[in-house]
């Protein structure tokens, strides 16, 4: 393999890959590493590369290093980290409600097979739409929605008794912010 044909594939390819990897460990910089390994590997033993198949043999070397990693460091997933409600406008039962809540999805993604957890998290963290998930993966558009429709049936099974309390939880956080912010504004 010349340098410009591995550029050429870097430069197309790097990103879905670190992307696809990141969906899958929820931590950017072993989403880098995996990436930039799985690139390293090409070049290292000068693999001869089909551009028909070369998206597909990228994302089979970046999947067998991530399962590698993920078994020598059991990564655990924290998806809740992105929403911080403000624990000063919160009761201790909303902040228990929360907490359980958090825990019981954090179990039902760890549960969730994870050819649908990495289509779950490819729409709904950085909303690709199926059709940019079917390219990436190399699936069809169909596998994409049985996969998604199978992780929103995993989730209701495992959230069912939480979702009540969720939303009474989001409709109190929503009320007490309002509250907060109209005391606020009227001093």
């Excluded at 059991?74 to 929403?83: G, H, L, P």
């Excluded at 959230?159 to 109190?172: A, E």
């Amino acid at each position: 393999m010349k340098k410009e044909e591995f550029r050429s594939v870097f430069e197309t390819y790097f990103e879905d890959v670190r992307r696809y990897v990141l969906y899958r460990s929820g931590d950017e910089e072993i989403a880098t590493d995996i990436a930039q390994d799985t690139f390293m590997r090409i070049w290292e033993k000068q693999m001869t590369i089909d551009s028909k198949t070369v998206k597909g043999l990228l994302f089979k070397i970046a999947n067998d290093l991530f399962i590698s990693h993920y078994r020598k460091e059991k990564v655990v997933f924290n998806f809740f980290d992105t929403f911080q409600p403000n624990n000063k406008s919160l009761t201790p039962e909303d902040e228990l409600n929360f907490q359980e809540l958090k825990n019981a999805y954090e179990t039902a993604l760890k549960t969730m097979p994870e050819k649908q957890r990495t289509v779950f998290l490819m729409n709904r963290i950085d909303e690709l739409k199926y059709r940019e998930i079917a390219d990436q993966l190399g699936l069809s558009v169909k596998a994409i929605e049985k996969r998604m429709s199978q992780a929103l049936d995993h989730l209701k099974l495992h959230l069912k008794d939480k979702i009540s309390g969720f939303i009474l939880f989001m409709l109190g956080y929503r009320l007490n912010r309002i509250n907060t912010k109209t005391t606020s504004e009227t001093k």
